[in-house]
């Protein structure tokens, strides 16, 4: 009997994961979105100052006279929070009193997910 009730917890517990994964969670599906979204604009707006590893040597970065920042440095990393990453990456360099060649991403303001996505892409690429 015991044998018995087990089984009908297992069926039990693969319906309610079946049930779950045909229906798709909105979190997630969300968050998917955000994560193409901030590779996509990483690979068409950062990687050409900022390399594609972020360390600052992206093809764009040799004719500026003010080098971009490499996101590599853990002594930048550990100085700086997201609501500052965030900030320079929405109003540009100019508006944190960093160099004005970092353009303003003002599409960015209103897409919370997105800009995460981002400042979490430039804090895993500390060494």
């Known amino acids: ?9 297992l069926v039990t517990l693969l319906a309610v994961v079946g049930v779950f994964t045909a229906c798709g969670d909105k979190g997630s599906s969300a968050n998917a979105e ?3 979204e901030a590779n996509k604009i990483w690979t068409e707006r950062c990687v050409t100052c900022h390399g594609p590893k972020g360390d600052g040597k992206g093809p764009g970065a040799a004719a500026l006279a003010v080098k971009p920042r490499s996101f590599t440095d853990p002594a930048w990393q550990a100085s700086v929070d997201d609501a500052r990453i965030k900030k320079v990456i929405v109003e540009g360099g100019a508006a944190a009193g960093l160099n004005e060649a970092m353009a303003p991403n003002p599409d960015l303001k209103d897409k919370p997910e997105v800009l995460a996505e ?4 430039i804090r895993k690429m500390v060494q």
Do not use: D, G, Q
């Open 1 to 9: 009997m015991s044998r018995n009730i087990h089984l009908v917890h």
């Open 34 to 36: 955000a994560v193409t």
């Open 118 to 121: 981002l400042t979490a892409k």
